[in-house]
């Protein structure tokens, strides 16, 4: 059984800093194709510019984990694009 994560994809939520940040980074060096939201947009498209310069697959959408509406349909969209989700990291927090 393979323990790699190449080629896999990978969902990071909170990922435009910090350890969700650094998580997407991660994934995304070891070969996975990282989904990565979070509430801030503009954050988010340093982390995933950051991802792609380096030759990486990356691409991020804006979602607040605190609206629950939004979520089942932003994971939907992320599922059709990837072609499908193999790992999620919900690292976004909220109060």
């Known amino acids: 059984m393979s323990r790699s994560i190449e080629g896999k994809v990978a969902l990071v939520t909170g990922a435009a800093s910090g350890m969700g940040q650094a998580t997407a980074e991660l ?7 990282v989904a990565l939201t979070d509430v801030s947009i503009e954050a988010q498209e340093q982390v995933v510019e950051r991802i792609t310069s380096a030759g990486f697959v990356a691409r991020g ?5 605190m609206a629950p509406s939004q979520i089942e ?7 059709e694009h990837f072609g499908g989700l193999d790992i999620l990291v919900n690292n976004a927090g909220g109060l």
């Open 61 to 65: 959408w804006q979602l607040d984990v």
């Open 73 to 79: 349909a932003r994971v939907a969209e992320i599922a």
């Open 27 to 33: 994934f995304a060096e070891q070969g996975a194709k």
